[in-house]
């Protein structure tokens, strides 16, 4: 029950914010991740948060910020300065474990289209 939205048509350097919300179980005490996946690419990680911390695929650091609102059960990923190779379709996906974690997530979200035009 994981349900994503924010994604859309941005132009090189611009912004967008991901949001991600539970809406059945309760992920709270679950690492939660973005992941994302372009067209004839393998499903890759991108950024993910736990209680302790989060952790960041180098290709995105200091441009995207994961963070989690506990209280409305959501996570957001700010996604600033994009380019065209950050053009995928984005995942959310929860699992056990810390923020170092970088695959093996159980539960998945249905995705949302972020494409960046030059």
């Known amino acids: 029950q994981l349900a994503e939205s924010g994604g859309g048509l941005v132009q090189v350097g611009g912004s967008l914010r991901l949001s991600c919300t539970d809406s059945?179980?309760?992920?709270?005490?679950?690492?939660m991740a973005w992941l994302r996946q372009a067209p004839g690419k393998e499903r890759e990680f991108v950024a993910a948060?736990?209680?302790?911390?989060?952790n960041y695929a180098e290709s995105v650091k200091g441009r995207f910020t994961i963070s989690r609102d506990n209280v409305n059960n959501t996570v957001y990923l700010q996604m600033n300065d994009l380019k065209p190779e950050d053009t995928a379709r984005y995942y959310c996906?929860?699992?056990?474990?810390?923020?170092?974690?970088?695959?093996?997530?159980?539960?998945w979200g249905q995705g949302t289209q972020v494409t960046v035009s030059s």
């Open positions: 996906a929860a699992r056990d474990g810390s923020h170092f974690y970088t695959q093996g997530y159980k539960f």
């Open positions: 059945g179980r309760n992920y709270r005490n679950y690492a």
């Open positions: 948060i736990s209680w302790s911390g989060t």
